[in-house]
């Protein structure tokens, strides 16, 4: 595992300053926490997700299964 020590910080500075070890972590996706020079934690960054299709690529799908199967649910709908 690769460690970039410029984001390492001890768990003092961590608890002092943590609002700077949050933008570090935004910035660089991780921060190392050190405790009596050790590696013990790492914060890691969890990006938003996106939502997996758009709403215009649903409705498209929706008028495809439509047109393919309109008859089943006109039966279905009775």
């Known amino acids: 595992m ?5 984001n390492m910080v001890s768990i003092t ?8 070890v949050a933008r570090m972590v935004e910035e660089d996706g991780a921060v190392i926490i050190l405790k009596n020079n050790r590696p013990v934690y ?5 990006p938003q997700e996106e939502p997996a299709m758009s709403e215009e690529d649903i409705m498209a799908i929706s008028d495809q299964l439509m ?12």
């Open 2 to 6: 690769m460690i970039n020590t410029k």
């Open 67 to 78: 047109e393919r199967f309109g008859k089943a649910y006109q039966g279905l709908a009775q």
């Open 13 to 20: 500075e961590a608890n002092q300053n943590f609002s700077r």
């Open 42 to 46: 790492k914060i890691t960054y969890i």
